[in-house]
């Protein structure tokens, strides 16, 4: 099964993502590709930081299984290789939660919002991008969402990040048993 975490830059996509994968030996996290500068502060390892060049040359390889241009930069996920016996979990933006859901109508799409604008505009300046950057993700931010309810993805408000793994991780659980009890369900 493919577990897609997408939703607005700074709702704790990354943050929750790493927490179910703890919780759950049965997920594995895929780890992104992007062609965006490292923020200050941010672990090495958030994604694969590549140059334009490469990364157009493994999309034009079919390296990813989705891929999309956000706010100048690219951003893809890599055709998933994930062990046997686990779920892959993908955390990613809404443009490539719509190529993963083409793909796999199966997939389950969790859209992860914060509890208020208000909220959100702070999370955004926390994070330590540019005032333009941030005016530009607030602005996306709500087409991303709207984007993402049209996919008919489950929404789980980040008000507090106990909880809100705890909802996605009952998301999981519940499409596992959904799928053990159809009839091709392994």
């Given at each position: 099964m493919i577990v897609v975490i997408c939703g607005p830059g700074g709702v704790g996509k990354g943050?929750?993502?790493r927490r179910l994968i703890t919780l759950d030996d049965g997920l594995w996290l895929s780890r992104s590709w992007t062609t965006r500068e490292q923020r200050p502060g941010e672990d090495h390892d958030a994604y694969v930081f590549?140059?334009?060049?490469a990364f157009e040359a493994k999309a034009a390889e079919g390296g990813f299984l989705e891929w999309a241009e956000f706010l100048g930069n690219l951003?893809?996920?890599?055709?998933?290789?994930?062990?046997?016996e686990r779920d892959v979990v993908l955390e990613i933006e809404v443009q490539g939660a719509e190529?993963?859901?083409e793909r796999d109508p199966d997939a389950l799409i969790v859209l992860l919002v914060a509890p208020?604008?208000?909220?959100y505009e702070q999370r955004m300046r926390?994070?330590?991008?540019?005032?333009?950057?941030?005016r530009d993700r607030i602005h996306e931010a709500r087409k991303e969402m709207e984007?993402?309810?049209?996919l008919g993805a489950e929404e789980v408000v980040n008000d507090d990040l106990d909880r809100a793994t705890a909802e996605v991780h009952a998301l999981i659980r519940a499409a596992r048993e959904e799928s053990a009890g159809s009839p091709d369900g392994v």
């Open positions: 943050t929750l993502a590549s140059d334009r060049e951003y893809g996920t890599p055709v998933p290789e994930a062990p046997d190529q993963v859901k208020s604008q208000a909220d926390g994070r330590g991008d540019a005032e333009d950057k941030i984007a993402a309810r049209k």
